[in-house]
Every structure is written in C-alpha cells, then in structure tokens.
C-alpha cells in the first residue's frame, strides 16, 4: 500500500509544476485519493479529494489553478498545478482520504513520503 510522489521542485511566481503519485491497483481502485500538504509552521490543508470514478473537487485556494486526475490503468494519480503562488509553498502528500472529507480538510488515512513545493516570488 506505499504511496510515492515525485515532480516536485522551485518555480517562480505563475509558474507550474505535474506531481505524480503510484501505488497498488488495490488502493487506487477501492479508495478516494487525494492531496494534502504542510508548509513550515502552518496547519496542514487538504487540496483535492478525487473519488474512485475519477471525479475531483478542490478546496478555494486552487480551485481554477490545480487539476487532480487519475490514471488507474497505471496506479497513478496527477496534480497539474498552474499558477503558482509563494502560498502554494509546502511539502505536499498523496493520501487515501475519505470520500466525506471536505477537500481542504486535512484529514487522510495513509500518506506517501511527500514532495516538495517551493515558489518564489
């Protein structure tokens, strides 16, 4: 059930960045998936909450920016995140969450290792 993230990385202000995520066909097909991240010092927050069928919702903070989709065939979820702000700054975690989550709630059941987001101003 281990969950491993990648495509993190530095961009300027308006940039964008593709994190991908993997893991077992088990977890991808039975569970909602989602995003979350921490920035130093701040709350964690939830980002995206996408269901099995492949629906997505977002919290206010990236909705219109961020896109979360998922490839089953491959065991893969997405995070296309444009626009970048110097907020959007935090380490961010591929999570099996709940389906009744709100989006921006930072509540998960299993997490991955995390990847790092640092924009710039």
């Known amino acids: 059930g281990q969950l491993v993230e990648s495509g993190g990385g530095s961009v300027q202000a308006g940039g964008s960045l593709m994190l991908s995520c993997t893991g077992s066909s088990y977890i991808f097909n039975r569970y909602c998936m989602g995003w979350i991240r921490q920035a130093p010092g701040k709350m964690g927050e939830g980002v995206a909450i996408i269901g099995p069928d492949g629906a997505a919702s977002y919290s206010d903070s990236v909705t219109g920016r961020f896109t979360a989709s998922k490839d089953s065939a491959k065991n893969t979820l997405l995070l296309h995140m444009t626009d970048l702000k110097p907020e959007d700054t935090a380490t961010y975690y591929c999570?099996?969450?709940?389906?009744?989550?709100?989006?921006?709630?930072?509540?998960?059941?299993?997490r991955g290792q995390g990847t790092q987001v640092a924009v710039s101003s």
């Open positions: 999570a099996t969450r709940s389906c009744d989550n709100r989006p921006d709630q930072y509540a998960y059941s299993t």
